[in-house]
């Protein structure tokens, strides 16, 4: 092919690429009302393994939920449905991100408990978490990170669902000369992340919520989210809204001095992706931050860490940390309404990291294992 050919070809998908992006931006103007948990008779929570550690951390993850939530299962409100071949062996055979029967299996739950998969770095398979964020249209990612002797409190609201994320793998090139990727930014899309921060600082007394991007250099996309965020901001007068660029957001969070100052963020898609993990360690490591994906019909409950490959390599998987996956388990108890129950995890999740801390795991051969954690935990529930 020549220069001229892949320029042309390149033109034509970034034409259908817009004309999708229009079409998506068009559908989310409509919305949709949230799932009334409450009036469900019957919740199915779904439980997928996934890679690496996965397996092995949701073992436990599955056991927690099961004596959570005995009572509500064994009446057959809720009802725990494993899914099965969301493996990256599968994933790569059949070249498909999210195969299309356990994406079917997916859309029959309310809720999914998600171990890591593994992202295949370069060629084409996306990554299973992009396509089941936008597949399920969970456009909510919801961090939170504690750090309560240093009065860290803080909540990040990342977009989840466009940003640079959504056509990460499907830029142009022309090889060996030179790449493009593309970054979105939509009006409905931003707007609702935005009412999400918002709504959050409003009903749990928090009085500033920080936007922060680098729109001083992505003036279209992070220029037009800053805007978003503001316009709704607006809606919420005691709430003090700040612009924050991503860098100095960054050197902010190691900052002693002022870093407990902050309480809600709310940012494009790849800041948040990569300042939640500096967060999390900042709370003792990534392996203890729950994460929630969530959407108006389908929410997805996640450790925010990835697959450990080399701790797989090592031989060390049975000491992975099974705490950022209890934390997702916490947060997916509250989110389907049985907010005692979720309330007790909570509060037996900080006894065993935070305060007594009788078995730890370090994810090394020298620290306890995922199971000897899990029944530290489960016996205190
Ligand atoms: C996360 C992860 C994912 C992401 C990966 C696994 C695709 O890092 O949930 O933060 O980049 O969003
Ligand atoms: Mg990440």
Redesign the pocket.
């Known amino acids: 092919m020549t220069n001229k050919d892949y320029i042309e070809k390149a033109c034509q998908q970034f034409k259908s690429l817009m004309e999708e992006q229009l079409e998506r931006q068009e559908r989310m103007e409509t919305g949709s009302a949230p799932k009334d948990f409450a009036a469900m008779e019957k919740i199915t929570i779904g439980i997928v393994g996934g890679d690496g550690i996965g397996p092995i951390i949701m073992e436990q993850a599955e056991r927690l939920l099961r004596v959570s939530l005995a009572e509500e299962i064994s009446a057959g409100r809720i009802v725990l449905k494993q899914i099965e071949g969301l493996t990256i062996e599968n994933r790569t055979a059949l070249g498909k991100a999210v195969p299309d029967d356990v994406l079917a299996a997916i859309k029959e739950c309310d809720v999914l408990l998600k171990g ?2 593994t ?1 295949p770095k370069g060629g084409t398979l996306e ?4 396509t089941l ?1 936008r597949e399920l249209d969970l456009y909510a ?1 919801v961090r939170p990170v504690q750090v309560p002797e240093e009065g860290i409190d803080w909540i990040f609201y ?1 977009e ?1 669902t466009e940003g640079e ?1 959504v056509l990460g793998s499907r830029g142009v090139e022309i090889p060996g000369k030179l790449s493009m990727d593309f970054k979105v930014t939509t009006e409905a899309g931003t707007r609702r992340i935005a009412k999400a921060a918002f709504d959050y600082a409003a009903a749990n007394g928090k009085d500033n919520v920080a936007i922060v991007t680098k729109a001083n250099i992505m003036k279209k996309t992070d220029g037009n989210f800053t805007r978003i965020c503001h316009e709704v901001a607006a809606d919420y007068p005691g709430i003090k809204a700040d612009d924050w660029y991503i860098d100095i957001m960054t050197a902010n969070l190691v900052n002693k001095d002022i870093r407990s100052s902050f309480q809600v963020f709310v940012l494009p ?2 800041y ?2 990569i300042i ?2 500096e967060a999390a360690e900042i709370q003792g490591g990534v392996g203890t931050a729950g ?1 929630a ?1 969530m959407g108006d019909q389908y929410a997805m409950f ?1 450790a ?3 697959s450990a490959p080399r701790m797989m390599e090592d031989g060390l998987g049975d000491y992975a940390n099974p705490s950022s996956i209890f934390k997702a388990a916490e947060m997916m108890i509250r989110h389907i309404g049985f907010t005692a129950k979720a309330d007790k995890l909570a509060a037996v999740l900080e006894e065993c990291c935070e305060k007594e801390k009788k078995v730890v795991v370090t994810g090394f051969a020298d620290g306890a294992t995922c199971k000897a954690f899990a029944d530290y935990v489960i016996g205190k529930l």
């Open positions: 890591p998969t992202t990554s299973a978490n992009v964020r990612n990342r989840n994320y898609n790849l948040g992706d939640t993990d994460s994906n996640e925010i860490h990835g």
